[in-house]
């Protein structure tokens, strides 16, 4: 069973994401489908399993960052109902493998099991990707915000 490794909770005054009243503009996102623009745009263009190697070897040298990929888009709907329902941002171990990390030296670490995850303050994802265990979010706050 997954569970959150570490969390930083931005705002807690107000529920958001899935099972929540929808606050945000338009319709609500299709919170059930990896394919749903909406709610998970970002990684699925940026992190997802139809890419390519090439892209995120690419990315990772260019942006001088780790570049994680997921195997399989259903994680990333499971890591929108594990996180609490609040903007912050947080770290889950899915305790079996959910991807892989290309790094900028062009070497890639399969087989990885966490992952960060960002939720907007309407509930959406703004960023999730595969990362290596030993990660810490103070780490990763220089980078979210580029993502």
Known sequence: MAEIIEQDIIDSSVEVGSG???TGRGTEPQWNNPKSTKAYDHIARHHGPKLKPN????????????QGQWLDSEDWIIAEQLIPKYRGQYIIDFQRFIGRVYHP???ITENVSRAFIQRNIDGTLNCGYPILNGVILRKLNRRSSDE
């Open 20 to 22: 929540c009243e929808w």
């Open 105 to 107: 030296n062009g070497t």
């Open 55 to 66: 892209e995120l070897m690419g990315r990772a040298a260019s942006t001088k960052d780790d």
